[in-house]
């Protein structure tokens, strides 16, 4: 197998943390980059220069194209980026503060499509490479309670759907990840919670609140999940999208039934507004 080199925003845990130790101990080189790279230093011991790092904050647009930047300038080239780097935001839009709005879609939305556009020339003048997007079953299926991270990820999905048809005239692959529940640490960790409002009490946005209940079951094993992120470089074409976890799977199907049912339901209502046919 070819030595690859990898680029993974959010590589502190999680995901990113399993893929990179993995990538590692199979001889691959990773560019690690994390908002405290603190808890990498046991990688940095036991691989050397086989990694890379570099502090990062998604919301920081510079930081993002100077982190780029240098990784590509030490490293020579980048064969594969995974976005990974986000956190979920969870309660009633209500609850919201102002800042935790901006700072969730500068995390989960706007971080990401910078990261992108921050990759792609060099890409393009290296003549291809792998862009990988973390999400969720939540991009594409809704929950009570998370309608700021579903915008989020909805978002993301959309954004990265479009580059994957712009950018493969250029041998770019784009994949979005949309893994279901998995013991990675993000529910307690990377999850953050508002001042609750009594009027939501009892109500479905108010489920939400017991999101950080470590006790919560999980379906997928995180270092398959990881596994077949990896794996899936190895697809050509780039799978569009790659689906882990069977409750993933089952929400992701229901949820484009429900709504193919009602755009269907909609074909004679829809052809109604058409401009009527000159005679």
Do not use: C
Not at 128 to 134: A, L, P, S
Not at 241 to 247: E, F, K, M, N
Not at 251 to 269: F, G, K, N
């Amino acid at each position: 197998m070819a030595q690859r080199t990898w680029l993974i925003t959010g590589s502190n845990r999680g995901f990113g943390r399993i893929i990179a130790e993995r990538l590692l101990e199979r001889g691959d080189r990773v560019a690690a980059t994390a908002r405290d790279t603190t808890s990498l230093k046991d990688l940095q011991t036991r691989f050397g220069d086989a990694l890379w790092t570099a502090e990062l904050d998604l919301t920081d647009t510079a930081g993002i194209r100077r982190a780029v930047e240098a990784a590509f300038t030490d490293l020579s080239r980048i064969d594969v980026v995974i976005s990974n780097a986000g956190y979920g935001l969870f309660g009633a839009a209500e609850e919201l503060t102002d800042d935790q709005i901006e700072h969730q879609l500068g995390t989960n939305l706007i971080g990401p499509i910078q990261l992108l556009r921050a990759v792609v020339p060099h890409f393009r003048e290296q003549g291809g490479g792998r862009f990988i997007q973390v999400s969720t079953y939540g991009g594409q299926a809704t929950n009570p309670g998370a309608s700021l991270y579903h915008a989020s990820k909805w978002g993301v999905e959309g954004f990265m759907e479009g580059n994957a048809r712009d950018l493969a005239p250029f041998d770019i692959g784009v994949t979005i990840v949309e893994p279901g529940s998995a013991a990675t640490g993000f529910r307690v960790g990377g999850s953050r919670l508002p001042e609750p409002m009594s009027a939501y009490d009892g109500t479905p946005a108010a489920m939400s609140r017991g999101i950080q209940n470590p006790a919560l079951p999980s379906v997928s094993d995180p270092e398959k999940v990881a596994a077949a992120i990896i794996a899936s470089v190895g697809v050509t074409p780039a799978p569009l999208r790659l689906v882990t976890g069977s409750d993933s799977q089952r929400y992701i199907r229901d949820a484009l039934r429900e709504r193919l049912a009602d755009v269907e339901s909609q074909e004679a209502s829809a052809a109604a507004t058409d401009l009527t046919p000159a005679p």
